[in-house]
DNA sequence: TTGGAAAATTAACACTGTAAAGTATATTTG
DNA sequence: CAAATATACTTTACAGTGTTAATTTTCCAA
């Protein structure tokens, strides 16, 4: 019985198989419709074996998570050629951008989330780790000149809150409530990148 | 029976009681911890007499977030007798700041949940007239001689965005993980206020 | 006083996360 | 090989959630 089969091979490592389970639902459905019981039901399992392998929701939430990192991690690896730090920055910005529209759910869970958190007390590895990238950047623009008046770990939480402000306002929909029925953006897409190149402007002025 | 008497006077206007009831337990516990049975108990009706007032919890919510607009706009009208457009930009900035963070539920349903807005189909009325405000001001300052340079909407946005994004990495915590174990910025607190003046100064270079 | 409308309640449904107890299955030991 | 034990999984159960339908109480006018 091919079912059977695969069950069986599953089992060699069930918790993997739980994540899956898991991911594929979330990405479906959304983190708050992902229920322990769906995931169970989609592994052919009972609810409770889930609590085997994870402690709780809250716990599947936070490997999810870390998936999410992983995932934004290798988009950005992607950039590591490009030399001058103010073109990688900018890179960065269009690359956090296409990854929070394109993954809103995984955004969602990595930045706007506090389950995730639950379980990991004092020390968010992924997003310290994401930070300190974002801060070596800063400081080789201002080796080459950039915002060289500023702290660089002010500026950069200054970047990093700008690009998460305007990537939330985004998948909200806020940003598209507001342009609505604007004679001067009709294009509403246009709307969000437009402000993103407003803000690379305003940076290119710090030289 | 000094009870019964309060129930009755209660009665006269209980959509109202079931808000202020609503509210309290926001405040207290939250959102998310906030049940229509809890808040029945708190006017001591039962939890389907509820319905008979508000179609559903996103209802509740869509109210919620009313009080919390109406809210923010009474803290704002402090600011009308500022004359000089940037100065205001600035003290309104501030003003947003300190809203977030002391009303960080309030903030939490006026900005990043999706539920209030499911009763309200294509028009988020507080959202765009707190919009309007924010453009207005910044069309101030470009008479004035500040961001002449750039389209009036998209600047509102920026800012909008870069104020979104510091509040809510605060709210959730994020700016002080970040931040932690770090020798240049001790003062938690200070890395957020610090990082607005960062802001400003970039704001205050763009004249 | 009675009839009907309005207001509130009880009961019920379909969910949720999670803990405790019970049952198979596999593995080790005598 | 048979019995004891350990592992893996399931069943049952609890305390919640939002919400609907049916039922009861309350009140007011005829």
Redesign the interface.
């Known amino acids: 019985m091919g079912i059977k089969e695969r069950k069986i091979k599953h089992k060699e490592d069930l918790k993997q198989s739980i994540l899956d389970a898991a991911k594929k639902l979330f990405i479906k459905d959304g983190y708050a419709a992902t229920s322990i019981r769906k995931i169970a039901a989609e592994i052919e399992f009972s609810p409770t074996t889930i609590y085997l392998y994870y402690k709780d929701k809250a716990a599947i939430s936070h490997a999810l998570h870390q998936e999410g990192f992983k995932l934004l991690a290798s988009q950005f690896s992607i950039l590591a050629h490009i030399d001058h730090p103010f073109e990688r920055l900018k890179a960065m910005g269009r690359t956090y951008m296409q990854f929070a529209l394109e993954n809103n759910d995984f955004y969602e869970l990595m930045?706007?989330r506090?389950e995730p958190?639950d379980c990991v007390d004092?020390?968010?590895e992924e997003?310290?780790q994401a930070?300190r990238i974002l801060l070596m950047v800063v400081q080789g623009c201002q080796e080459a000149g950039y915002f060289k008046?500023?702290?660089a770990?002010?500026?950069a939480?200054?970047i990093?809150?700008?690009?998460?402000?305007?990537c939330?306002?985004k998948i909200?929909?806020?940003?598209d409530?507001?342009?609505?029925r604007?004679m001067?953006?009709q294009d509403i897409d246009d709307?969000f990148t437009?402000?993103f190149?407003?803000?690379i402007?305003?940076l290119e002025?710090?030289k």
Chains 1, 2 share one sequence.
């Open positions: 930045f706007n506090e958190l004092d020390h968010w997003g310290e930070f008046q500023f702290n770990e002010s500026f939480m200054f990093w809150g700008t690009m998460h402000g305007l939330t306002l909200k929909g806020h940003l409530h507001v342009v609505k604007k001067v953006m709307a437009h402000t190149e407003t803000f402007a305003t002025k710090l």
